[in-house]
């Protein structure tokens, strides 16, 4: 047997990304498949069907990264903002089938995982990772270890109040940070601004509809230069940045990684982020820089760090 290689399950609301990952970071295999984020036992058995093809003799054990509050005591996924799962025990019925030991955490926090091992939070101790996506999830690594929490549910920062009364929010509460500085505030503003304006270029892209705005269409119409665009992203990032300040206050990290798919805008969303969060920062002018830097592992980060977690914690009981 070598030095052992795990597998690492990132299970998204419209994807399940499964890779088998030496203990280098290296992905030996890949496999996906669509999620059916409506019917919690046929994605159990999409996930253990991943699993058991990847399979090999060197294999000790499983890591899977979830959508949601995962309780890090009994790997359950008990809650799911942007999904249909409630009190799902994905480790143990992933134990029953595949026989290996098998540890569960946020999807976001085994992106941070990735990040810090092998990607753009690598040779740092502290970091935070806020991964902009549809909402928006985060992983804390805290000298060197992935901080949980008492329960598990840590680092869920898309779900901070910071408008009240604003957009209504999958978790139930209005005016979540994740409304107004994620993948949805994008293309809510988009479709407000395309409204405003119809001549701009972004409406021109969404065929004269505002209602065909999509984050995709705001960034293509601004790396092509149009003002309405660049203004839309300069608001969600300084949104962005403005919560980043607050978190950096909390949490005292050397870095933050941003990442998740809104971050394909690059610097037009970035720069809005880093100048807000100079604003904001506590002490700005007395503290160590903390540089805010884009995700470098990408789509990969959440399975890579699942299966890097899980090898790191669980591989050692069967080595």
């Known amino acids: 047997m070598g030095e052992g290689e795990a597998i690492g399950l990132d299970v998204g609301g419209t994807k399940i ?11 030996l295999d890949r496999r996906k498949a669509a999620t059916r984020a409506d019917d919690e036992e046929a994605t159990l058995a999409q996930m253990i069907e991943l699993a058991r093809q990847m399979l090999t003799d060197d294999v000790l054990a499983i890591g899977i990264g979830a959508a949601g509050m995962v309780d890090a005591a009994d790997g359950s996924l008990r809650f799911a903002p942007n999904l249909a799962w ?19 955490d946020n999807d976001a ?6 990040e810090y091992r092998f990607g753009a939070g690598r040779g740092y101790r502290h970091m935070l990772l806020v991964a902009v996506g549809t909402g928006i999830g985060g992983g804390i690594v805290s000298d060197g270890r992935l901080f949980r929490g008492a329960y598990g549910f840590a680092a869920e920062i898309g779900h901070i109040i910071v408008e009240p009364g604003g957009p209504k929010c999958g978790c139930g509460n209005l005016g979540c940070w994740e409304q107004v500085a ?35 269409l705001v960034t293509e119409a601004a790396t092509q230069g149009d003002d309405v665009a660049i203004g839309v992203l300069a608001e969600v990032g300084r949104r962005l940045g403005e919560g980043i300040a607050g978190l950096v206050n909390i949490i005292d990290p050397q870095i933050v990684v941003v990442g998740g798919g809104a971050v394909v805008a ?25 540089p805010l830097v884009a995700a470098r592992l990408g789509n990969d980060a959440g399975a890579v ?9 669980l591989g050692r009981m069967r080595a």
């Open 266 to 290: 690059g610097d037009l969303l970035l720069e809005p982020a880093r100048a807000a969060f100079v604003d904001a920062v506590e002490g700005e002018e007395h503290r160590p820089r903390v």
């Open 86 to 104: 409630r009190e799902l025990p994905i480790a143990s019925r992933m134990r029953d089938a595949i026989g290996l030991p098998c540890q569960v």
């Open 182 to 216: 994620g993948g949805r505030a994008i293309d809510r503003l988009g479709r407000e601004r395309a409204s405003a304006y119809p001549d701009s270029l972004l409406a021109r892209l969404a065929s004269g509809d505002p209602e065909n705005v999509t984050g995709q």
């Open 305 to 313: 760090g699942a299966a890097t977690l899980a090898l790191e914690e």
């Open 109 to 114: 926090s085994m992106a941070a995982y990735g």
């Open 17 to 27: 990304n499964a890779f088998r990952v030496a203990r280098d970071g290296e992905i």
